[in-house]
């Protein structure tokens, strides 16, 4: 979701050509950033940054899952159980309503994973679960973006889907000399795609900030 640095390019995270397909009112400011999940977020003091730059009808749109679920050595420090996951979730909806602002979940986006029958794989289940059923306990709208993704990416099949994501060969991009084989973060074409979809379930959603959709946006 975070805009990337120039360096990491094409790498581009679905907030960036999201922030277009809005008119004049609207200003978005994108204050994720990669590597970070709830935990961290937090800790680092990020979310309190949010929360003290809201007004009354801002729109928080809530996206983790990523990084929470990392359970790898290394990402020791970012990792945090299902249980904790939500209870930070809760505290973003608290905060974010104690503020008078408009706080929107959205389930983490779909990794590029098929079978070997070419039927798109779920890779966030248990972190996406967690957010529908929280959206359903604290009445708060929520953006499937996984189911919404992995859609896209069956319509698209294992072989074009790659089209979508950063799948570089070998002296492709300067960034990336050696190539990148990478199933999770999008190139810009496939961010495009994804905020697409966000705005497609925004109108969904009956949201008001709909209204502020322009018309280049995708149905």
Not at 162 to 190: A, I, S, W
């Amino acid at each position: 979701m975070c805009t990337q640095p120039r360096d990491r390019s094409p790498v581009t995270g679905w907030g960036t050509p999201f922030e277009d397909f809005f008119d004049s009112t609207v200003t978005v400011m994108n204050m994720a950033r990669g590597g970070r999940s709830t935990r961290t977020f937090i800790s680092e003091g990020r979310w309190q940054n949010v929360v003290d730059s809201l007004e009354e009808d801002d729109y928080v749109l809530i996206q983790f899952g990523h990084n929470d679920e990392a359970k790898e050595p290394q990402y020791r420090e970012r990792y945090t159980p299902v249980p904790d996951y939500k209870l930070n979730l809760i505290k973003f909806i608290a905060e974010t309503r104690a503020r008078k602002a408009i706080p929107v979940l959205i389930t983490p986006v779909t990794r590029m994973v098929f079978d070997s029958l070419g039927n798109i794989q779920e890779t966030h289940k248990e972190y996406s679960a967690a957010v529908r059923e929280l959206g359903k306990l604290y009445n708060t709208p929520v953006i499937d973006l996984d189911a919404r993704s992995r859609g896209l990416l069956q319509e698209f099949g294992p072989v074009w889907s790659k089209v979508l994501y950063m799948q570089l060969d070998t002296l492709q991009h300067p960034h990336y000399p050696l190539g990148r084989r990478d199933n999770t973060h999008f190139n810009e074409y496939g961010a495009r795609r994804m905020a697409e979809l966000v705005l497609a379930e925004i109108r969904k959603l009956n949201l008001e900030l709909a209204e502020r959709i322009t018309q280049k946006a995708a149905p």
